[in-house]
């Protein structure tokens, strides 16, 4: 089972971002990323979010993307309460075609089947 390192605090990865943007010339990444205990792609990933972020890359930044992942949250319960009501109208006509035969016939009770094949009332003698 594969386990999933934790994040490192926004913090430290400020930090590290701020040292890396402002090396020196000679300095490579993979320098920087080592003393901090990091790896190079991990340090180069914290500094592509950081350039979208302050808006200097085109992108998403954490809060539109935590927007956009919640809109479609609710996107997907909105088509599903869409969908149970554009279902209720067939069920209750369906229950009340059931009762009307109900009323019409006293002695022998019963009623067609509805869509999912559940019968929708009971039989009495």
Not at 29 to 44: H, M, N, P, T, V
Not at 45 to 69: F, I, Y
Not at 96 to 124: L, W, Y
Request: proline content about 6%; glycine content about 6%; some cysteine.
């Amino acid at each position: 089972m594969c386990t999933v390192p934790k994040p490192y605090p926004k913090e430290f990865r400020d930090d590290v971002v701020r040292v890396a943007r402002s090396r020196e010339p000679g300095q490579h990444l993979r320098q920087i990323a080592g003393d901090f205990g990091i790896s190079e792609s991990c340090l180069a990933n914290w500094l592509k979010s950081a350039d979208v972020e302050d808006g200097h890359k085109p992108g998403l930044t954490t809060a539109e993307a935590s927007e956009t992942r919640e809109l479609k949250k609710r996107i997907r319960v909105l088509e599903q309460e869409n969908e149970v009501l554009r279902r209720a109208p067939q069920r209750i006509s369906r229950r009340r075609t059931c009762r009307e035969n109900d009323a019409s016939m006293p002695s022998v009770k019963s009623c067609s089947f509805e869509a999912d094949g559940r019968r929708s009332g009971r039989r009495s003698a």
